[in-house]
């Protein structure tokens, strides 16, 4: 790419004498986000602090603007990358706005005195990220979550061209972890900062990047964006998943379906049946799911947890052959359970395995239980 800001070239990264990842090739432009995932292990961590020249690169080239960072000072490279880690930082009797202000230490001269232009920049990050209130407060003392952001801030200040972060998301509430990488995309969009991270939450690499990563067994397993990397089995290739399933849809995890002959039957659709299929799989309930259309929200999620699931082709009404299958299951249940409230054209047999089941003691209307 020729807009590229940060690039790396057959990159092999180390952890003391041991290689961990090698022949890496990475190019990350302007206002966008990479994101590092993989199994435990990989290397993703090693990979960034190479890139940041807090490891020494074993093999390969990484290049900053075009210049060699070899070749760069420690005070070169801190004015144009930043890094977040998750480390934890020893500081004694310093103040959030403290550590924030070391951000600003590129800039200074040797004494670290802050002009006023410093201060403003410190105090937009810290208001950016949502830690001005804790400007006074002694950062030994705060959550985990807490020093995460303000660290985030720290980075901030720094204004850099590439802002490095692992695993930003460690120790945030869900809210907390989505108001950070929406201030990560920002400043992608509105500052052109290339963003290089790795992340453990699947569904949030999937919504917050713009191009993904793999790493596995030593070397980059795959790259391209998220539509490209979370399709088909390449999460549960990457991963080598032999307990419960990778739903692509979702970018999220099921637990393994519980085995066996069906004990329940659901009458699902639109959705309506995946907290019920979640909670039975909790009970360790083998269960069927049906009659569910290929092309239906819960599919994937019907798939992974039922023992057996009745399915009809994608936009086509069900057929009597799918209801005379889902019958012949339903009747060696012990217990039937209507999720849906109402039935539309296309799913109108369902209505007729409702029909069938009301004419049985087996019947449960999901609406009168408490899920």
Do not use: W
């Amino acid at each position: 790419m020729s807009d590229a800001v940060l690039t790396a070239r057959a990159l092999s990264a180390s952890y003391g004498k041991k290689v961990v990842v090698s022949g890496l090739d990475i190019e990350v432009c302007s206002g966008e986000i990479l994101t590092l995932i993989g199994p435990n292990g990989a290397g993703k961590s090693t990979v960034l602090k190479t890139i940041a020249s807090q490891l020494p690169v074993i093999e390969g080239k990484v290049f900053i603007g075009g210049k060699d960072i070899s070749d760069m000072s420690s005070h070169e490279i801190a004015k144009v990358l930043s890094v977040c880690l998750t480390d934890r930082i020893t500081a004694e009797k310093m103040t959030c706005e403290d550590v924030v202000s070391t951000g600003r230490y590129p800039y200074t001269g040797r004494l670290g005195i802050l002009s006023a232009e410093d201060r403003g920049i410190v105090h937009e990050a810290m208001e950016l990220t949502g830690v001005s209130a804790l400007a006074d407060r002694d950062i030994r003392f705060i959550s985990d979550g807490q020093r995460q952001t303000v660290m985030l801030a720290r980075a901030i200040a720094q204004q850099p061209q590439v802002l490095i972060l692992d695993e930003p998301t460690s120790f945030l509430d869900i809210n907390n972890k989505l108001r950070l990488l929406s201030i990560l995309k920002e400043l992608a969009r509105n500052r052109g900062i290339a963003v290089i991270q790795t992340l453990h939450e699947l569904d949030l690499a999937q919504r917050f990047s713009d191009r993904i990563l793999c790493i596995r067994d030593g070397r980059a397993d795959m790259t391209g964006t998220p539509e490209e990397v979370f399709s088909g089995d390449n999460i549960s290739r990457l991963y080598g998943m032999d307990c419960g399933t990778f739903v692509p849809l979702f970018g999220t995890a099921e637990a393994p379906a519980v085995q066996g002959t069906p004990k329940v039957f659901v009458i699902g659709g639109g959705g309506s049946g995946i907290p019920v299929y979640r909670r039975l799989q909790r009970q360790g309930i083998p269960f069927a799911a049906g009659v569910i259309h290929e092309n239906d929200i819960e599919f994937p999620v019907a798939q992974s947890l039922a023992a057996v699931t009745v399915t009809e082709k994608a936009f086509e009404p069900i057929s009597d052959e799918s209801v005379q299958k889902a019958l012949a299951i339903m009747e060696k249940c012990d217990e039937v359970i209507c999720c849906p409230d109402s039935f539309g054209t296309m799913n109108g047999g369902n209505r007729r395995l409702l029909g069938e089941a009301e004419k049985t003691e087996k019947l449960k209307r999901e609406q009168d239980k408490e899920i």
